[in-house]
């Protein structure tokens, strides 16, 4: 008895699970409060800020 072709898996179809994935991913992203996440951009912009004082004061002092 002659068995049938199997099919080649189309790899540009969705594999079962990533769209799962994706969606829970999405749901936590989107659950996130505004608020949280101002607060931790505005502590990264300080922390950024500070770094580059530090940076610049060192390079007066070497220049003076």
Do not use: C
Not at 5 to 15: D, E, G, I, L
Not at 39 to 50: G, N, T, V
């Amino acid at each position: 008895m002659p068995q049938k072709p199997t099919r080649p898996v189309n790899p540009a179809k969705n594999v079962t699970g990533d769209f799962g994935q994706f969606t829970n991913f999405m749901k936590r992203l989107v659950a996130v409060p505004h608020s949280e996440i101002k607060a931790k951009l505005d502590a990264e912009k300080q922390a950024r800020k500070q770094r580059t004082r530090r940076v610049s004061s060192r390079v007066s002092r070497a220049k003076g």
